[in-house]
């Protein structure tokens, strides 16, 4: 069996730190390539046992219409793959092997979807031709070969050893005067593609690509190497189960990733906050993952000191954003109105009176650490990797199903943590008193953790559908974090129409809104609309159409590029954003991205669901009663003035 092995990508590249290639089969970086993986169709010259691989390098391949095969399609280039083979070669770097399920070359069962082999060495690349073109290939041999090995055929027919054949064949061109060895018992040729004589016999012969054969002193030649060991174990320790000297570490995203399994060597992503289960059933070895509590006062930031007078606003907005600014409840709120929605932005920024108060932020912060939240990686089913695909981030939900998450994943408010449950209190306190009394309860909250700036968690999205309410708030606990808002591209530039060619041509008008303020070509497209409208309503639905596809050429609509926000808000500990109006989640979509690496922060959302939208499959099993909170940030007194 392999000493490690993957069911599928994600598992695979979340959990081997030197194995991070998602979509390619070298996992290069800095110049090193760490791994190799042979998966699918090998080219017709490759070859594979125990001890040797030779193989040409990927790129520079297009399907075949005829066959489906994948063909050179033209010369292959020195590109960064090759340097790092080469420095593989020179630097006497060792790399991994995997073997995928696909691979066609290897003369063993191949147990699973990956398969980890120790060690090789990168001992030689040369160039050759295949049809016209050039290609690349390598030899790659086993470290240690002493070492047993899961490729080893059983009960196979005698293998010979490395270097027990005899060394290989040398000779020196007279093309080019370097030395090299035979690679084909054919004959030798020089395999330099500089050199005139590339690609020939020393008769003058030019090779025919089906007849060549290994020179067996070559393919089993031993290459001499001072080391016989892997710089790294082929089973990581990760991180989250490391002693963790460095407050934090065990929240950050690398430690959040993937964990190799002590007993089988099965790699699975972390899909659980909290503990972590081998994705082998013959295993499912459960390990509960240890967490250093942080305390609110070890991520304040200490150029930003908090007190019980008003915090700063360190946010800005659009010129042609309505920013107004109100003090209340030891709340500076500050309040976006964009132009033409309907609707505002309020930015509650906490004071120290709020985070410290009994049961408040603070608490709360604790609370999301020590209680169970039962916060997940959800499943993406249209992921386009082997095996299972799922969102980067950590959440859960509590109450009312929401979109982002499947009904069956919910939970209700009684299982919820403390800090949710007072998250649903204070936000509903906080919509009361902006909204109205008689406006309807939060019956959904969304717990979310976010620890890595370059993940931005989530990515540009709008809270609304059709079954949300008006008034959508969240509270931020832990480390700072940016939000912002812009227009949806579509919006913004006035067509849906994605076209790989980007010509206006085909491009449509979008009429399924009317064009507001601050989008691009506003005037201009707001004509065009009414005019659009005019023509549906006359009844003249192919004049309408015809408009509909005219119209971008002629305002110089393009779908490219991105608009840039025009609300910036810098969320801190205990702050909370609330945004009313439907049509902000129509134009507009926010993104929240953390700042410091390592450092915790959760987000609880809170939203108003309506029941009557929701198929009675996906209801769920437990009455959401009104919120029992009792929360009035009334109550606290108010900094002094004066
Ligand atoms: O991280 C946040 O503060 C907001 C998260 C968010 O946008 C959402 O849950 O929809
Ligand atoms: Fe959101």
């Given at each position: 069996m392999p000493p490690v092995a993957a069911m599928g990508r994600r598992d695979l590249c979340e959990t081997l730190p030197y194995y991070r290639s998602y979509q390619s089969a070298a996992s290069t970086s800095n110049g090193i390539v760490t791994a190799f993986m042979f998966d699918g169709q090998g080219h017709c010259r490759d070859y594979m046992d125990s001890t040797v691989i030779i193989a040409r390098t990927g790129g520079g391949l297009e399907k075949d219409v005829k066959s489906g095969e994948m063909k050179t399609k033209g010369d292959q280039s020195e590109n960064a793959l090759i340097k790092c083979i080469q420095n593989g070669v020179k630097y006497c770097n060792p790399v991994v092997v995997i073997v995928g399920e696909g691979n066609k070359t290897a003369h063993c069962k191949i147990p699973y979807a990956y398969n980890v082999v120790p060690w090789y060495k990168s001992t030689d690349l040369w160039s050759e031709r295949d049809g016209a073109h050039r290609i690349f290939k390598f030899r790659l041999e086993i470290l240690n070969e002493g070492e047993p090995s899961w490729m080893r055929p059983v009960g196979a027919a005698y293998q010979f050893k490395l270097g027990e054949i005899g060394e290989p064949y040398v000779e020196e061109c007279p093309g080019c005067n370097e030395s090299s060895p035979q690679m084909y018992l054919n004959g030798w040729m020089c395999l330099r593609f500089e050199c005139k004589l590339f690609w020939r016999f020393t008769d003058g012969s030019t090779p025919v690509a089906n007849d060549l054969k290994y020179d067996p002193r070559f393919l089993k030649k031993k290459t001499s190497w001072k080391?016989?060991?892997?710089?790294?174990?082929?089973?990581?320790?990760?991180?989250?189960?490391?002693?963790?000297?460095?407050?934090?570490?065990?929240?950050?995203?690398?430690?959040?990733?993937?964990?190799?399994?002590?007993?089988?060597?099965?790699?699975?992503?972390?899909?659980?906050?909290d503990f972590?289960?081998?994705?082998?059933?013959?295993?499912?070895?459960?390990?509960?993952?240890?967490?250093?509590?942080?305390?609110?006062?070890?991520?304040?930031?200490?150029?930003?000191?908090l007190s019980s007078a008003y915090m700063l606003s360190e946010d800005y907005c659009h010129e042609a954003v309505d920013c107004t600014v109100d003090f209340a409840y030891n709340y500076r709120r500050v309040k976006f109105e964009?132009?033409?929605?309907?609707?505002?932005?309020?930015?509650?920024?906490?004071?120290?009176?709020?985070?410290?108060?009994?049961?408040?932020?603070?608490?709360?912060?604790?609370?999301?650490?020590?209680?169970?939240?039962?916060?997940?990686?959800?499943?993406?089913?249209?992921?386009?990797?082997?095996?299972?695909?799922?969102?980067?981030?950590f959440t859960a939900n509590f109450g009312m199903p929401y979109k982002f998450i499947a009904s069956a994943a919910t939970r209700s408010f009684e299982d919820a943590p403390t800090a949710v449950r007072s998250a649903r209190s204070r936000m509903n306190w906080a919509r009361r008193v902006s909204v109205g009394e008689e406006s309807e309860e939060f019956n959904e909250v969304l717990a979310l953790v976010i620890f890595s700036p370059t993940d931005t968690i989530p990515q540009y999205h709008d809270d609304g559908e059709s079954?949300?309410?008006?008034?959508?708030?969240?509270?931020?606990?832990?480390?700072?974090?940016?939000?912002?808002?812009?227009?949806?591209?579509?919006?913004?530039?006035?067509t849906n129409t994605r076209t790989t060619s980007g010509q206006s041509a085909n491009l449509v008008f979008n009429d399924k809104e009317p064009p507001i303020p601050l989008c691009h070509n506003y005037e201009a497209r707001k004509t065009a609309y009414d005019q659009l409208q005019a023509l549906k309503l006359a009844g003249d639905l192919v004049g309408y159409e015809k408009r509909k596809r005219e119209l971008p050429n002629e305002l110089g609509i393009s779908n490219k590029g991105n608009q840039k926000p025009v609300i910036t808000m810098r969320l801190k500990y205990g702050d909370m954003v609330s945004m009313h109006g439907a049509k902000i989640q129509t134009y507009y979509e926010h993104a929240v991205t953390p700042e410091k690496e390592s450092f915790l922060r959760f987000a609880l959302t809170c939203r108003q669901i309506l029941s009557g939208h929701l198929p009675q499959s996906e209801m769920p099993g437990y009455e959401i009663g009104r919120d029992p909170g009792w929360y009035d940030g009334g109550l606290l007194g108010v900094p002094e003035e004066g």
């Open positions: 080391i016989s060991k892997g710089p790294w174990p082929l089973k990581p320790k990760s991180w989250a189960l490391l002693e963790q000297d460095h407050l934090g570490k065990d929240v950050s995203w690398e430690a959040a990733r993937g964990i190799c399994c002590k007993d089988c060597g099965m790699c699975g992503s972390r899909v659980h906050w972590w289960v081998c994705p082998n059933t013959k295993c499912n070895l459960k390990l509960s993952l240890p967490h250093k509590v942080i305390q609110p006062h070890q991520i304040r930031d200490w150029l930003r000191p964009i132009p033409g929605v309907e609707g505002w932005i309020k930015h509650w920024v906490a004071n120290e009176t709020v985070v410290k108060e009994p049961g408040g932020p603070g608490d709360m912060f604790v609370s999301m650490q020590e209680e169970n939240c039962y916060l997940k990686r959800h499943s993406m089913p249209h992921g386009m990797l082997k095996g299972e695909s799922s969102c980067n981030h079954s949300l309410g008006r008034t959508i708030a969240t509270l931020s606990l832990g480390a700072p974090a940016e939000m912002t808002l812009r227009m949806k591209p579509g919006h913004f530039r006035g």
